[in-house]
């Protein structure tokens, strides 16, 4: 009973390294969305998917790529990191129920630092 | 567009005190309204929940009442614990097809034995 994956759990990145961090879930959920997580500002959404060959960018998109080729995969590309990038990333997923998706499950999260 | 505020921490409490942290929304229509609990070190893990106006939503001694009237939906417990020591997040759902969770900030909470 894995839920949400995420590899690695830390990662030191030299500014304008490329690198991917991975998210699988084994819940059938239609829904998955990454997150960064900063002091003082909360859980931002970066992208979201609701289905395999569906994304779309959240509140703080650039910088980051996704694709969604599975419905159980989610990763998330850095194409040229910058020291802004430092944060911890939480990958979620959900089903979609009619009203919207709640009650997400969350992996454990990366702890990205890029120097 | 949607928004949650949330009462700023870090919040101190002596094992056993009373505990309410405050959260405030705004949003379109009918939002579900979430509190989620983060422990050291791992990631979010969901609390409690309500969907509708008037919902109370309980978990573990916790608990928080919908009220649209006031577009608020605080948290509180009679009597916590030193495992209770946490980051606590409010966040919110549009109920018009939209599943995109939005946060507060979140507030630490220590409780001191």
């Known amino acids: 009973n894995a839920g949400v994956t995420q590899t690695p759990k830390f990662q030191v990145l030299k500014t304008g390294q490329s690198m991917t961090l991975q998210c699988a879930q084994d819940m059938n959920h239609e829904y998955m969305s990454w997150y960064r997580q900063d002091p003082g500002m909360g859980l931002r959404l970066i992208h979201y998917?609701?289905?395999?060959?569906?994304?779309d960018q959240g509140e703080v998109p650039n910088g980051y790529n996704v694709s969604r080729s599975t419905t159980e995969d989610f990763p998330l590309r850095l194409l040229s990191a910058a020291p802004s990038q430092t944060s911890v990333y939480f990958c979620?997923?959900?089903?979609?129920?009619?009203?919207?998706?709640?009650?997400?499950?969350f992996g454990s999260g990366t702890r990205l630092t890029v120097v | 567009g949607n928004s949650v505020t949330q009462m700023e921490g870090p919040v101190t409490l002596s094992e056993e005190a009373f505990l309410t942290i405050n959260c405030t929304y705004t949003?379109?229509?009918?939002?579900?309204l979430f509190w989620y609990v983060q422990y050291p070190g791992e990631g979010l893990q969901l609390l409690l929940k309500a969907t509708k106006a008037d919902d109370k939503g309980s978990n573990k001694g916790f608990e928080a009442t919908y009220r649209k009237e006031t577009t608020s939906f605080h948290l509180e417990k009679g009597s916590v614990q030193v495992s209770d020591s946490a980051v606590y997040f409010c966040a919110l759902s549009s109920n018009f097809g939209n599943e995109k969770l939005t946060f507060g900030t979140g507030t630490r909470l220590t409780i001191i034995p």
């Open positions: 949003a379109t229509g009918y939002p579900s």
């Open positions: 979620a997923s959900s089903y979609i129920r009619t009203g919207g998706a709640y009650g997400y499950t």
């Open positions: 998917s609701v289905g395999a060959g569906i994304t």
